[in-house]
């Protein structure tokens, strides 16, 4: 007990505790766990597989006294991985100020680059308004762009898993359940802020303004509608193909378990013969 006592006494984390006057409290007990390590690393990883769209949600912000505002959307991105593709949203802001227009994005967005490369009809930066709206009809028309890859690759996959049993097919399927949930989720958050648009004069506009807004709502709505019918599907088709899978398993279950029975007959049959010789 003595010995022990002294290896306790002579520890770092006794002594730390004990310099920093928290002895007998219970934040002994706290702080050696988040500064450790290894707690580092697992609050790291933690944090990594947060999704980025989460870090901002799609909302607008109006400060009177400087006269700017702030509009945040989540627009989509896709990712290669391995030989497939990742699909998942990140936060698009828009800062209008007295003279300017800002754009900040933690990727390099097409969205954006369709303006700077000159691709949009009639677009003129001094028409503010205009531009935002065009900037959110264009994220809308993206979403949908990339709705229509997800079903055609959906529909790839399922042809590979009627003439095969493997497990990728299947996580690739998951995967891209997974992306719908997050487009769900930011087209909703995008909704809210177009709603918000339409009911109040946070911007100014003119009558084409308001046709142009009712467009992308509408163009909104509908990437929603194709979105919830798309995870709807593949949820089902998910769970139709592993019952599938399931199935064959059993049956090839039942025929190994019918080979064993009858390889043990001879051995059955032989050892019996055996036994009565002798």
Avoid at 58 to 83: C, F, H, M, N
Avoid at 219 to 240: G, L, P, V
Wanted: net charge negative.
């Amino acid at each position: 007990l003595v010995g022990s006592e002294m290896c306790i006494r002579d520890s770092p984390n006794y002594l730390l505790i004990r310099n920093l006057g928290l002895y007998d409290n219970r934040w002994a007990l706290v702080l050696p766990m988040l500064v450790s390590a290894y707690n580092c690393i697992i609050m790291k990883s933690f944090f990594l597989s947060i999704p980025e769209s989460l870090e901002e949600s799609a909302r607008i912000d109006y400060d009177s006294d400087k006269q700017q505002t702030l509009i945040i959307v989540d627009i989509p991105y896709v990712d290669t991985e391995g030989t497939g593709y990742v699909y998942s949203t990140i936060p698009l802001g828009i800062v209008l100020c007295d003279e300017v227009i800002i754009t900040v994005c933690t990727r390099d967005t097409p969205i954006i680059n369709d303006f700077t490369e000159e691709r949009i009809r009639n677009f003129w930066t001094f028409k503010r308004t205009r531009f935002i709206l065009q900037i959110l009809q264009r994220n809308a028309g993206r979403f949908l762009s990339y709705l229509k890859q997800i079903d055609k690759t959906s529909q790839h996959i399922q042809e590979k898993l009627e003439h095969t049993s493997r497990n990728q097919e299947l996580l690739q399927m998951m995967k891209l359940e997974k992306s719908l949930v997050y487009f769900n989720t930011s087209l909703k958050g995008n909704a809210l802020v177009m709603e918000r648009l339409m009911r109040q004069d946070i911007l100014k506009r003119y009558p084409e303004d308001t046709d142009l807004l009712e467009d992308v709502i509408i163009e909104n709505k509908q990437a929603m509608e194709m979105c919830s019918i798309y995870r709807d599907i593949m949820s089902n088709t998910t769970d139709a193909f592993a019952s599938i899978i399931n199935n064959n398993l059993n049956i090839t279950m039942k025929v190994l378990t019918a080979l064993t029975v009858l390889f043990a007959v001879p051995t059955l049959v032989m050892t019996c013969l055996l036994y009565t010789s002798d």
